[in-house]
């Protein structure tokens, strides 16, 4: 599950944009629509070209509502940059933009708006390379400019076809077993009590689950989850969840809080983190500034105490600590965005370091800016686990490789992972200590391609209610990336799903657990009408073409998977209690006779040349009867 956030000036068509795309207008307060004008979040989804459902945050260009944007990228996959082709680049695409630089935002696609506003060719040329010459240096330096119109829908279909190529290449979420969602929207629907939304970071929620809102501690439990409208009994990381939450009152949630199991996380006051102070800022940024502090969905009242420097000067990185006048929630390795309260100034942002530090510093202590310099390169465990997020799926030679750490202290890690149950071998799950070949995935990883698997039958079980399952190269071809090109792997995974209950595989089919064909009314009376023909000439039934005309393809083959039917070839089907006495009563004819023809059974059944033909064919094709001449006899 992906979630794609927009970014771009006021009145430049986001929202519009978004609407043509999904289908959903994101504006949902009556004042957005009065004034034409996004205010706070809104949200819609669609399917992408190659079948993907992905969320879409619709964020205010407004620079009076930059904050309530701030609440809604810090979660985003990718951006959907959006530049008005009458306007060109204005203030808050240079905002927005620098804001998403700041979260490393780096996957994105630029929609040049409001074509058909535009009679000039050679003006859409100049602000396209405009546009180009802005993106320059940041973290959207190569993304591609799409020319649209929201209003004619020209470029639109273009437009989804870059999303899906760009989603289609990004790495799934990883899943580190410690869920959190930042809330973005808190509300209550009647009968139903507390609903928060957010994107989910970092693990799953299940129904049931007992659940912590920090940083104020309040404990529930999920009552219901819900994506994209529809009722889900998990969620994973990157997904859009709505969490009804049972045991707490609305008026004691808010936005910027968390969702996640109790226990998982600390509340804290302190941060350590690396700045970067934007090289366009108005002023150097002074030792214990007031800020607003911007992490996840929470937005806080801090000062920045320098680390190391006097002053930071426009365009300047450095060490702060962070003291936020209430506590917030982070982990290692969070973006955050820092703006000037009054007047309202994007300043700067980083990475969190450390969430929790034990103390403030002393501002030019050497020994406290070498640990700060340490902390960044990260532990081997998080070097490790990012060598996996690149990789996938990798043998363990590779991931060392790939993580540049001491070999010893790679091996030692890797295997201090595994017994956490965070690293998996996909050949064999309890395999502690691997081989430099084992091939070796995050479990979370490899949990999230399963679910895809088990989505992708319980779509074609939607879609062919009929069959009794998948098959199991269907399955594996609408796969992307290395379960589609890896038989290896695709296997494993098979295998360990129904190993673990949550896939049945029966020959070549494959389907979900509980799952089975079952007839309409309508669909009854059309099978039995059609096998009241098969009564009245058991020996000389309808044909093949007769029966699929009669209740279509889909119930023909049914018929067939449940037995009702059996087809002996191409032309001939018998009902499964008429074939089952013409194979008793010739093998009994065999063992008395020793041999029989053709002719002579044909004489015995009271029936045609072509349907017993097909029928000794068939018995030949089992392995029961052996064709000498014209006699067939019992296979030894």
Same mark, same amino acid.
């Given at each position: 599950?992906?979630?794609?956030?927009?970014?771009?000036? *006021?009145?430049?068509?986001?929202?519009?944009?978004?609407?043509?795309?999904?289908?959903?207008?994101?504006?949902?307060?009556?004042?957005? &629509?009065?004034?034409?004008?996004?205010?706070?979040? =809104?949200? /819609?989804?669609?399917?992408?070209?190659? =079948?993907?459902?992905?969320?879409?945050?619709?964020?205010?260009?407004?620079?009076?509502?930059?904050?309530?944007?701030?609440?809604?990228v810090g979660g985003i996959d990718a951006a959907l940059f959006v530049v008005a082709a009458d306007e060109g680049v204005m203030p808050q695409t240079r905002e927005h933009l620098a804001i998403l630089d700041i979260l490393k935002i780096n996957a994105g696609v630029i929609a040049l708006t409001k074509i058909d506003l535009v009679d000039e060719p050679e003006w859409l040329d100049l602000v396209e390379a405009d546009v180009r010459q802005v993106?320059?240096?940041?973290?959207?330096?190569?993304?591609? #400019?799409?020319?649209?119109?929201? &209003?004619?829908?020209?470029?639109?279909?273009? %437009?989804?076809?870059?999303?899906?190529? $760009? $989603?289609?290449?990004?790495?799934?979420?990883?899943?580190?077993?410690?869920?959190?969602?930042?809330?973005?929207?808190?509300?209550?629907?009647? =009968?139903?009590?507390?609903?928060?939304?957010?994107?989910?970071?970092?693990?799953? %929620?299940?129904?049931?689950?007992?659940?912590?809102? !920090?940083?104020?501690?309040?404990?529930?439990?999920?009552?219901?989850?819900?994506?994209?409208?529809?009722?889900?009994?998990?969620?994973?990381?990157?997904?859009?969840?709505?969490?009804?939450?049972?045991?707490?009152? %609305?008026?004691?949630?808010?936005?910027?809080?968390?969702?996640?199991?109790?226990?998982?996380?600390?509340?804290?006051?302190? %941060?350590?983190?690396?700045?970067?102070?934007?090289?366009?800022?108005?002023?150097?940024?002074?030792?214990?500034?007031?800020?607003?502090?911007?992490?996840?969905?929470?937005?806080?009242?801090?000062?920045?105490?320098?680390?190391?420097?006097?002053?930071?000067?426009?365009?300047?990185?450095?060490?702060?600590?962070?003291?936020? *006048?209430?506590?917030? +929630?982070?982990? &290692?390795?969070?973006?955050?965005? !820092?703006?000037?309260?009054?007047?309202?100034?994007?300043?700067?942002?980083?990475?969190?370091?450390?969430?929790?530090?034990?103390?403030?510093?002393?501002?030019?202590?050497?020994?406290?800016?070498?640990?700060?310099?340490?902390?960044?390169?990260?532990?081997?465990?998080?070097?490790?686990?990012?060598?996996?997020?690149?990789?996938?799926? /990798?043998?363990?030679?590779?991931?060392?490789?790939?993580?540049?750490?001491?070999?010893?202290?790679?091996?030692?890690? #890797?295997?201090?992972?595994?017994?956490?149950?965070?690293?998996?071998? #996909?050949?064999? /799950?309890?395999?502690?200590?691997?081989?430099?070949?084992?091939?070796?995935?995050?479990k979370g990883f490899w949990d999230q391609l399963g679910i895809k698997i088990l989505q992708e039958v319980e779509k074609y079980h939607a879609a062919y209610p009929l069959r009794a399952g998948m098959p199991r190269e269907e399955l594996r071809s609408r796969q992307k990336g290395m379960l589609s090109s890896t038989p290896k792997l695709f296997n494993a995974m098979l295998r360990r799903l129904v190993s673990n209950g949550q896939l049945v595989?029966?020959?070549?089919?494959?389907?979900?657990? =509980?799952?089975?064909?079952?007839?309409?009314?309508?669909?009854?009376?059309?099978?039995?009408? $059609?096998?009241?023909?098969?009564?009245?000439?058991?020996?000389?039934?309808?044909?093949?073409?007769?029966?699929?005309?009669?209740?279509?393809?889909?119930?023909?083959?049914?018929?067939?998977?449940?037995?009702?039917?059996?087809?002996?070839?191409?032309?001939?089907?018998?009902?499964?209690?008429?074939?089952?006495?013409?194979?008793?009563?010739?093998?009994? !004819?065999?063992?008395?006779?020793?041999? +029989?023809?053709?002719?002579?059974?044909?004489?015995?059944?009271?029936?045609?040349?072509?349907?017993?033909?097909?029928?000794?064919?068939?018995?030949?094709?089992?392995?029961?009867?052996?064709?000498?001449?014209?006699?067939?006899?019992?296979?030894?």
């Open positions: 599950m992906r979630v794609i956030g927009t970014a771009g000036h *006021v009145d430049h068509g986001k929202s519009t944009l978004v609407q043509a795309l999904t289908g959903t207008h994101p504006d949902r307060l009556k004042e957005e &629509r009065e004034r034409e004008m996004t205010i706070d979040l =809104g949200f /819609a989804w669609l399917t992408l070209p190659g =079948g993907e459902e992905v969320g879409i945050v619709d964020v205010p260009g407004h620079r009076d509502f930059i904050e309530n944007m701030l609440a809604g993106l320059q240096g940041t973290e959207l330096a190569l993304a591609p #400019i799409v020319r649209v119109s929201a &209003r004619t829908k020209q470029g639109v279909h273009d %437009l989804l076809s870059r999303l899906d190529s $760009l $989603l289609a290449t990004r790495p799934v979420r990883p899943d580190l077993n410690r869920p959190r969602l930042p809330i973005d929207r808190v509300f209550t629907i009647a =009968g139903f009590g507390t609903v928060v939304t957010g994107t989910l970071i970092d693990g799953q %929620l299940h129904v049931g689950d007992e659940v912590e809102i !920090l940083p104020s501690r309040q404990n529930g439990r999920i009552r219901g989850l819900q994506s994209h409208k529809k009722k889900e009994e998990f969620a994973i990381p990157g997904s859009r969840t709505a969490v009804n939450i049972s045991g707490i009152p %609305l008026e004691l949630v808010k936005r910027g809080e968390v969702v996640t199991h109790p226990s998982t996380y600390q509340p804290t006051r302190r %941060l350590d983190a690396r700045f970067k102070l934007l090289a366009d800022a108005s002023a150097p940024l002074q030792h214990f500034t007031e800020v607003k502090l911007f992490a996840g969905t929470a937005e806080v009242l801090a000062r920045v105490r320098l680390l190391g420097d006097e002053v930071l000067e426009p365009g300047q990185a450095g060490w702060i600590q962070i003291e936020t *006048v209430e506590p917030v +929630i982070a982990v &290692r390795g969070d973006h955050y965005i !820092l703006r000037r309260p009054s007047p309202g100034e994007t300043l700067g942002g980083g990475t969190v370091v450390d969430p929790n530090p034990r103390k403030r510093h002393k501002r030019f202590h050497s020994e406290t800016l070498e640990n700060l310099e340490a902390l960044s390169r990260g532990t081997p465990e998080e070097v490790i686990i990012l060598a996996f997020n690149a990789l996938g799926v /990798a043998p363990m030679k590779d991931v060392i490789a790939k993580s540049n750490l001491d070999l010893g202290v790679a091996q030692q890690t #890797i295997l201090s992972l595994i017994q956490n149950g965070i690293v998996l071998s #996909i050949e064999d /799950a309890l395999q502690t200590k691997p081989s430099m070949q084992e091939m070796l995935t995050l595989e029966s020959g070549h089919l494959v389907y979900l657990p =509980g799952h089975a064909i079952r007839f309409s009314p309508q669909q009854d009376r059309q099978v039995q009408k $059609l096998l009241a023909r098969f009564e009245q000439s058991p020996y000389a039934p309808p044909s093949v073409k007769e029966c699929q005309a009669e209740v279509g393809d889909d119930l023909y083959q049914a018929m067939l998977d449940l037995d009702i039917l059996v087809n002996v070839s191409h032309e001939v089907v018998f009902r499964r209690q008429d074939y089952d006495k013409l194979e008793k009563e010739t093998r009994q !004819l065999l063992t008395q006779k020793g041999t +029989i023809t053709a002719a002579e059974a044909r004489d015995h059944f009271n029936t045609s040349r072509k349907y017993i033909l097909a029928f000794l064919e068939f018995l030949d094709t089992k392995g029961i009867t052996v064709r000498d001449g014209d006699q067939r006899r019992l296979k030894n």
